[in-house]
């Protein structure tokens, strides 16, 4: 079985080069492998300014930003048309370790899970070091929200109260007062 499949990083690859701004000097593309992910780095976000992962991708309108670059692609036959990319990322996963895409105004990373990677080591992982930095931040900010830190770590409301019910439940953190009007007490470090 292939880490990644070969489909999804051939696409990932072709919009980093036909997407990025060619004008940021001095930067370039990335493509930085990690035991569990690659992540590819390109310079420039979403050519309207808006964010990748605040967007539905099966709804996303393709703006060329380099289409002679484009153009000489679809001739050699490296893409087939403009605007499939990004869904035939999502496809080749078909929802198992789905791929992650996020972009500011200066960068859009594309992120790939390796799919031989062990699953339970993954999410024991990520999960350990998110709830980590939770209680950090609420170190600094102890009347921080569940909608802050799903922002914060761009993942679910759902995921972040799994967290903290973790910490809770272990005796780290304790919640005093409301939701509302309350605020995070740490009990005990880790």
């Not at 569990?36 to 309207?48: A, F």
Request: aromatic share 8%.
């Amino acid at each position: 079985m292939p880490d990644y499949p070969q489909i999804a990083v051939h696409e990932a690859l072709v919009n980093a080069i036909i997407h990025r701004d060619y004008m940021i000097q001095g930067s370039e593309i990335h493509i930085d492998m990690y035991d569990d992910r690659l992540e590819i780095v390109s310079p420039g976000g979403m050519v309207d300014g808006k964010r990748i992962q605040d967007l539905d991708i099966a709804k996303i309108a393709s703006v060329r930003r380099n289409p002679i670059i484009s153009d000489m692609f679809h001739r050699l036959r490296f893409m087939e048309r403009r605007g499939s990319g990004l869904k035939k990322i999502t496809k080749e996963y078909q929802n198992e370790y789905p791929p992650v895409f996020y972009s500011t105004e200066q960068v859009f990373i594309t992120t790939l899970k390796n799919l031989n990677y062990k699953k339970n080591d993954v999410i024991e992982n990520v999960t350990i070091k998110r709830t980590d930095k939770i209680i950090e931040i609420i170190k600094l900010n102890k009347e921080i929200t569940t909608d802050e830190l799903a922002k914060l770590f761009n993942v679910t409301v759902r995921t972040i109260m799994r967290d903290l019910n973790e910490l809770k439940n272990k005796n780290i953190i304790k919640r005093v007062g409301s939701n509302k009007a309350g605020y995070w007490e740490i009990i005990k470090l880790k």
